[in-house]
């Protein structure tokens, strides 16, 4: 109990640590990268007097350090302010219109975007987890077994394929394939739960590699260890000794992998990968917000971001102490 | 000469291969051997005999590079190798145990270890409930008097120090009562006190569970210790089958004698044995190397408080000098804070209070030049000869370094110097030029010292160093230490656990227990009469065939260390003392005279324990 205490209080204290900067980072970096946010707010038919009007109103001539305080007063309230970019009913807003003013009031709330976006990313990374899971436990645990032997091999030969099929390129593939040609799964947009099962089946391709790799090192190097040998000496049999004690500590690592590596890489594919299919998640919030410079969404999105990462972290961290007791030490 | 019942093992011509590249090598040749119900048979050997590879062969753990090639190994008329797998399977653990050298990679390290020992105890004995399995495994650990069985059921294999996991592993073998065990070197990685613990401890349950143990190890006196019979393994032959007595008193095979009379005595003069002559008695001697009051804590995490801080007392207040010319001995078993002491008059971290004077300087004050300077007149040699060699270098560049990094000479000097330094430790001149990959262990340790040697040290710190090395080549190496300071009149400071080997060449002695010299004395008067109880139940723990003047009855400690934590008041070895009183848990002990030169911190130190048993003097050789 002490324990977790402990580790989860100084685990959330370095984390929101990383957190700030983080934020901080996407922030300093938004503001100084060309390209105003003004002009996409209000088209290029705004007079440059007007323009400067609205984005001294909103505070974007402001030093950054004084932005910055004003947002994370924002932000700790919950409140991640309103898209420049969309109206409250939902439409993307061009600045076609040529309207002299800027009216902050009619613009959607981040959060809400983000919270509408978010149960469809959900929905993708898990199914994508998932089938990645599937996909590469088997072959990784058979590989790690076998060290040097076939299963070994052919993990190798399907690693080096998977990492060299560029996700975009696949993607492109499988819709022209299963869906155009095959019309067997539906492919853009949203509709119901199978629009979801081609891009997850893109996402868990890339991140088969990984999964595939750290289980067979896992397994094999546990194999390796003395216990397992002097266990079948002590009069357990082999199968015993991986079912219960090899697979198990082999978990560890790969909770690591999960942890680190999986969710990253998640995060920076989803983002591909929903553009390419027209999958309504934060992905493609995010993506179309970077086009259009609406600042509001880049940094909710990336602090949330960021937020995930370190609580996935923490978690499997947690989860990896109390398979393996001499990591609280 | 044993029962008449037939031997429930049977070992007929075993023959074990090493499959190399090359032509196979025989491991063990012919070997042939009975084990009968309630013997206690021992197996001596050196490292490289085979006897590891024999042990592991009778539960028919023999993997590839080495291969069974022929013979038989008969269980009760049964062999091994022919029987199926699944019966092999069923008669390990049930019938056969096997302990080895290593308790601590034994078990899967993330479950407890009761659930393990009852996982086995399950899968051998299938029928058998939770609850009983549970029963039988807390009762095994208190025969092993394993402290709070039912609590420590429940602990980590990572939770119990090395001679309290050999035990758990005891308890593992016998939980199922087998009637073989086969015990590989189990003593091995033990402290003296530690593995005499376990030694007499298997010979107690080997009374009462009535298991016939095949007992291997390479020290005879361990041996000695427990076995009925010995058979003696050279070169993967069994050379002579005797009884202890026997193999003591009457050695038939020549490897044999050589055994017995090249086996380390402490009490008995060996005729060529002792190697310091006692150091010139004069008073007026230089003091190179004074320790005052030095003491070094360090902080862990305390888990039962939220970011809480243990403070480890590693050492407490040591003060000791060392004269010119001194071989100075620091005895203790591990965990005592002799390698602490180490990394503090090496000055690899700094002491927390008090001040160790190198020939007057404070060595942890002085910094740049002075330091380096000063430095030169003290090296370290660590245990490890692997490590701390780069093997990209050179040999004579790597012996080299220590006079470019101090500057100041040609390169012609330098090259006199390095080649000079290699033929004094016995490097060949010609080994200058190449790369250290395929030194032997014992060559590996010679650069180490020609590296420290170059730089014409007054002091070197010898911590362990010895270690690694077989008996032949760590003989070879005090002989040329002797020679060193003989002509250089380097002074010593041995940092050892090995009682035989500080015997042979330490003029003096210092004994630490938890952080603390509890006895500093002569040599003679440390091993015949030391004024501490610790230091004769360290004595009395010695695996020797000597008579020995400390009766193990009388001083062997029961336990472990306390944890230098919460150290209590009063003397800290009371604990474990056999001879303590009142005044024990109040008063404190302080290092005091007791003759001229020696000090003991306890309180019976002027008398009060009983008188050493006079050596019988007998010889074996
Ligand atoms: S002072 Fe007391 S407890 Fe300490 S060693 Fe001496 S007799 Fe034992």
Redesign the interface.
Known sequence: MIFALDFFLRRMAQGLVIIVLVAMLIFTLLRVVPGDPVRTMLGPMASAEVAEQTAQKMGLRDPIPVQFAKYVGQVVTGDFGRSFVRSAQGASTGGSRGGATFDASNRAPVMGLILTAVPYSLLLAGLALGISLLISLPIGIAAGLKSGKWPDRLALYLSSIFVSLPNIWLALVLIFLVSVKGGLLPAIGYQNWTYAILPAFVLAIELSPVFIRSASVAVSSNMLEPYVAAGQIRGLSRARMILVHVLRNAMIPLLNVLGIQAIGLLLGSLFVIEYAFNYPGVGLLMINAVFQRDFPVIQAIAILACTLLVLVNILVDFAATNIDRRLQY | MMSDAKPILQVRDLTVELRTAHAPRRVLDQVSLDVHANEVLGIIGESGSGKTVLSRAL?N?V?RPLEMTSGEILYRGEDLRKMPAQRM??L???SI??I?S?PT???????PIGHQIM??LK??EPGISNEAARKRVIHTLDAVRMPMAAKRFDD?P?QFSGGMMQRVMIV??LV?SPDLLVADNITQPLDVTVAAQILRLLKELQADYRTAILFVSSLLGMVHGIADNVLVLAGGKAVELQSVDGILTAPQHAYTRHLVREMPRIWEAAPEGRISAPAPQSDDREVILSVRDVSRVYAT?D?????GKQHVQAVRGVSFDVMKGDSLGIVGESGCGKSSLSRLLSRLEAPDTGEILFKGQNIATLKGRAMLKLRKGFQLLLQDPYNSIPSHMSIGRIIAEPLIIHGGLSKAEIRGKVAEVMSEVGLSSDLAGSLPVGLSAGQRQRVNIARAMVLEPELLILDETLSALDQVEQAKLLTLFERLQMRHGITYLYISHDLGMVRRVCNRVAVMYLGRIVELAGNETTFFDSGHPYTRALLSAVPAIEHRPYEASTYLLEGEPPNPINIPPGCSFRTRCPFAFDRCATVDPMLTARGKGDFAACHLAGGGMPASVAAAGTTFA
């Open positions: 539960v753990w993997a399977q069923s390990r653990g049930r145990a096997y080895g290593d990679t034994a078990l899967d390290p993330t479950l996982e086995k899968s051998v980590f990572f593992d073998a199922t995490k888990r039962s408080r939220l970011f």
